[in-house]
Each structure stands twice: as structure tokens, then as C-alpha cells.
């Protein structure tokens, strides 16, 4: 793993029909590319349960030829350990060595059931790659405590992504990891007090919509530059709660600032005028609405 701050968009999957959407797929990537380190996909906000392993191939493909490979971590988190393998394979198969997966869900299971299923997972992982764990108890019903992450590590896997309620332990997680332990946030408005733990970055929905105010914390921070990284942050507090509260939300907004990525696949809450309106609003205050420049 490279040094220094680390900025992944947990990239939208964009849908064109009942296929995925290639053409608006690596439009959104080349307005990633010059800003962010790299993707995270497909996670929670890329619809991963909604997905076969034939649309996250063509995910992978896609976005290692636009970023390179190195700037991939793929999500292969499945339900059984089997299915996260061959979703390991896949994206191998275009060059990836970043690979993540999410806790167990849907079952309740233990702590000790959770440590086994990365364990096996470790085990079907490429040597010289990299493996993640991705705890986000919300939504999954299984969580890891910080005083599991020692446990976690032994199993081989080297980072972790926290999101939801596991977000909001960064300095436990990371005064309990062993040293060399990454951890990345899914809070998208947290990348300040995840650095000052010490911790590597984020992993963040929001950042597709303007991805140069995280690139513009990230430089900042890493120059010491604290009027660039603060006002970056001052704009980044506004746009997570309008735009970042859900989906359809980050949809909406991308449809605005002219990268288009077609509606969700999964059910999502639905959007009003006012809703629409909000977000229009703000980034018209920004000055992201398509033709305003960026």
C-alpha cells in the first residue's frame, strides 16, 4: 500500500435498461481519474447485491483500463466464502491486487464465525495481493469490535473499511490495530479526524460528485497547507448531508453536473420536488450544475 492520505470513490454502478451502463461507466471514471487515488467498487453505494459476477467483471475491466489496475479495490464480498473466491478470480483477471469484503450478512453470526470466513477467504486470495475487511453493522447485522482487530489481522487481512455505526470507533480501531493495520472510513465527511488518528483515508459515495474538494483536503493535509484543506472540508460539511443522504440522492446529483448514470436497480427512497430541489440548490451554489464549470 502506498503512503500518505487516500481518497476512494465508493463508485456508483450506473445502469442503462437491465444492463450496466459502460458508456456512462467510463465517463464517470475519466472525471474521477484526474482527482482521486483510486475505486472502491461494487460496495453498498454501487448496488453489489444487485449485481451478477458477469456486471462486476465488466465493472473491474472497465475501470482498470481507465485508472490502471493499482487504482482498484475490488469489493468481493459475498454471503459464502465460495462466491467471494470467484469474484476474487474475476478481478485478478484484469490486473487487480486490491480486493475487499464485507462481514458476513443477512445471518447472525459470531465474532469467531466472522474471523473464520476471512480466514478461508485469505486463504483463496492470490499471494502478493492485498485483502480488506469491510464492517458495516447496519446493514449486515455482524460487526467487529476494535478489540477484534488484532484477531482480524491474524487472519492475513491488512486493512479495513468502517462505515455506519463502525465509522464512528476510528480511534478505538486503530488504537487496537497492530502496526501497519490500515483503516479507511465510509463516512465521507471524516477524512480530518480519520489522518489525525492516524488511520489511511476514505472510501466515499459523496466524492463522485466533486471530486476535486477531496482531492483539494487530501493535497492540502499532505502539504501542511491548512487553508486548503480547510476550506476544502468547510464545502465538503455542506455537501455530505444534501447530496450524500442517500443513492438516489448522488444519482440525482451526477444527472446535474452532466455525468448522468441512469436510475438505481435496487429500491430506493423516493425523491420529491423539494428533495430536488435541495440538492439543485447547493450545487448551483457551488457552481457544479453542468455549464457552470467546475
Given at each position: 500500500?502506498?503512503?500518505?492520505?487516500?481518497?476512494?470513490?465508493?463508485?456508483?454502478?450506473?445502469?442503462?435498461?437491465?444492463?450496466?451502463?459502460?458508456?456512462?461507466?467510463?465517463?464517470?471514471?475519466?472525471?474521477?481519474?484526474?482527482?482521486?487515488?483510486?475505486?472502491?467498487?461494487?460496495?453498498?453505494?454501487?448496488e453489489f447485491l444487485a449485481l451478477g459476477a458477469s456486471e462486476a467483471d465488466e465493472l473491474w475491466r472497465i475501470a482498470?483500463?481507465?485508472?490502471?489496475?493499482?487504482?482498484?479495490?475490488?469489493?468481493?464480498?459475498?454471503?459464502?466464502?465460495?462466491?467471494?473466491?470467484e469474484l476474487v478470480a474475476v478481478?485478478?483477471?484484469?490486473?487487480?491486487?486490491?480486493?475487499?469484503?464485507?462481514?458476513?450478512?443477512?445471518?447472525?453470526?459470531?465474532?469467531?464465525?466472522?474471523?473464520r470466513h476471512y480466514a478461508r477467504l485469505v486463504e483463496r486470495v492470490p499471494e502478493g495481493t492485498e485483502l480488506y475487511g469491510y464492517v458495516f453493522p447496519d446493514v449486515t447485522g455482524n460487526d467487529l469490535l476494535p478489540a477484534d482487530l488484532?484477531?482480524?489481522?491474524?487472519?492475513?487481512?491488512v486493512g479495513v473499511k468502517v462505515s455506519g455505526r463502525a465509522?464512528?470507533?476510528?480511534?478505538?480501531?486503530?488504537?487496537?490495530?497492530?502496526?501497519?493495520?490500515?483503516?479507511?472510513?465510509?463516512?465521507?465527511?471524516?477524512?480530518?479526524?480519520?489522518?489525525?488518528?492516524?488511520?489511511?483515508?476514505?472510501?466515499?459515495?459523496t466524492c463522485v460528485v466533486h471530486p476535486r474538494l477531496w482531492a483539494d483536503?487530501?493535497?492540502?493535509?499532505?502539504?501542511?497547507?491548512?487553508?486548503r484543506w480547510t476550506a476544502a472540508q468547510r464545502d465538503i460539511e455542506r455537501l455530505v448531508p444534501v447530496v450524500g443522504a442517500s443513492i438516489a440522492r448522488v444519482r440525482h446529483a451526477l444527472e446535474l453536473v452532466g455525468t448522468p448514470v441512469g436510475p438505481a436497480r435496487m429500491p430506493q427512497p423516493s425523491l420529491d420536488d423539494a428533495d430536488r430541489a435541495q440538492?439543485?440548490?447547493?450545487?448551483?451554489?457551488?457552481?457544479?450544475?453542468?455549464?457552470?464549470?467546475?
Open positions: 500500500m502506498a503512503d500518505g492520505p487516500e481518497v476512494l470513490a465508493a463508485l456508483i454502478t450506473p445502469f442503462a435498461g437491465d444492463r450496466v451502463g459502460t458508456t456512462a461507466l467510463r465517463a464517470l471514471l475519466e472525471r474521477l481519474e484526474p482527482h482521486l487515488d483510486g475505486v472502491f467498487l461494487p460496495g453498498t453505494m454501487g482498470a483500463e481507465v485508472l490502471g489496475p493499482g487504482r482498484v479495490v475490488a469489493h468481493v464480498g459475498a454471503a459464502a466464502v465460495g462466491a467471494a473466491a478481478a485478478a483477471g484484469h490486473g487487480v491486487t486490491r480486493f475487499a469484503a464485507i462481514t458476513p450478512f443477512y445471518l447472525r453470526v459470531g465474532r469467531d464465525d466472522v474471523l488484532p484477531a482480524l489481522a491474524a487472519t492475513g487481512v465509522a464512528e470507533r476510528v480511534e478505538e480501531y486503530l488504537a487496537a490495530a497492530p502496526e501497519g493495520f490500515a483503516l479507511w472510513s465510509g463516512k465521507d465527511s471524516d477524512l480530518p479526524r480519520v489522518l489525525r488518528a492516524g488511520g489511511r483515508g476514505t472510501v466515499s459515495g483536503l487530501r493535497d492540502g493535509w499532505a502539504a501542511g497547507d491548512e487553508t440538492v439543485r440548490d447547493l450545487l448551483a451554489d457551488l457552481g457544479l450544475l453542468a455549464g457552470a464549470g467546475r
